[in-house]
């Protein structure tokens, strides 16, 4: 069993800044890919970045560049570094582990002036 708990998010103006941050329970936290969604209202969720148990990292087109997906084992948390965000970004985002069926609840994030 793992639960997942994302904060982190909230009202940004754009061009700002937020780090989400993803933490999960669970003894094999290690082994996992975690990757990011985000599901704008009415739609289905989007894959917008994930980080392997090696570290390596992949980034959907719309935020390469911007966004920054990294993890922490020893504290079993994924984080997001959202940078240069821009009003497209509002979404409630999520963590999961690839090929899982855990969800967490979400964090808002609204880019707005």
Known sequence: QVQL???GGGLVQPGGSLRLSCG???SIFNIYTMSWYRQYPGKEREWV???SSGFRTNYADSVRGRFTISRDNAM???YLQMNSLKPEDT???YC???DTEYWGQGTQVT???
């Open 24 to 26: 999960a329970s669970g």
């Open 76 to 78: 079993k948390t994924c």
């Open 49 to 51: 970045a994930s980080i």
């Open 5 to 7: 708990v994302e904060s």
């Open 91 to 93: 979404a409630v985002y």
């Open 111 to 113: 880019v707005s002036s």
């Open 96 to 98: 999961h582990p690839r």
